[in-house]
């Protein structure tokens, strides 16, 4: 059964703490994801990467870094943690040529206090 | 500005009945559109998807419509099972090959009475 997995369910931080979100897929898959969910929203891409060590800014790329030292692993950084990154956050993954996001991980949903 | 908009934030229909559910977008480069479906607690699974050169792509009880004038698009579900009820996220892309700038609704909150 494939598996995007996500390190925590809830986390708290405090603000100007930095914030690790880990994510790791078992599919071998070459893209990854990162989303933040938000009511009224919907979802909005904050990074991608298509390849270990390569990643890509997507549309709310600010206040984030993310990184890809192995396939199987993306992790999302926030340097200094601020109230307005209290979001649920989603990772996802998909095989090269399979361009859409597949499957996505059961999200982390983060306050900043 | 929400370029894709799911103006019904939620829906409620009898068991066996039909669902339908509702997405406008505003960019005309959009040419490839997308259905998600959460469960609460769970990431976004794919349901289905639509290219702009269809008007209608079916997977078993899923159909999607695409009316590219209008710059609307529907997922109807027949018949409707408790099982199907989810929140129902559409998304809009440029390009088939850029997955990386999908551009998603806020999301239709779909609930299917036993």
């Known amino acids: ?113 | 500005d929400q370029q894709v908009k799911q103006n019904s934030p939620s829906l409620s229909v009898q068991e066996g009945r039909i669902s339908i559910l509702n997405c406008d977008y505003t960019n005309s480069m959009f040419d490839y559109f997308l259905w998600y479906k959460k469960y609460p607690a769970e990431g976004p699974t794919f349901l289905i998807s639509i290219s702009s050169i269809k008007d209608k792509n079916e997977d078993g009880r899923f159909t999607v419509f695409l009316n590219k004038s209008a710059k609307h698009l529907s997922l109807h579900i027949v018949p409707s099972q408790p099982g199907d009820s989810a929140v129902y996220f559409c998304a809009a892309s440029g390009e088939e090959t850029s997955g990386s700038r999908l551009t998603f609704g806020e999301g239709t909150q779909l609930t299917v009475n036993p």
Not at chain 1, 6 to 23: N, P
Not at chain 1, 61 to 80: A, D, H, M, N, T
């Open chain 1, 1 to 113: 059964d494939v598996k995007v997995t996500q390190s925590s369910r809830y986390l708290v931080k405090r603000t100007g703490e930095k914030v690790f979100l880990e994510c790791v897929q078992d599919m071998d898959h070459e893209n990854m994801f990162w989303y933040r969910q938000d009511p009224g929203l919907g979802l909005r891409l904050i990074y991608f990467s298509y390849d270990v060590k390569m990643k890509e800014k997507g549309d709310i790329p600010e206040g984030y870094s993310v990184s890809r030292e192995k396939k199987e692993r993306f992790s999302l950084i926030l340097e200094s943690a601020s109230t307005n990154q209290t979001s649920m956050y989603l990772c996802a993954s998909s095989p090269a040529g399979a361009w859409k996001p597949q499957h996505f991980g059961d999200g982390t949903r983060l306050s900043i206090l």
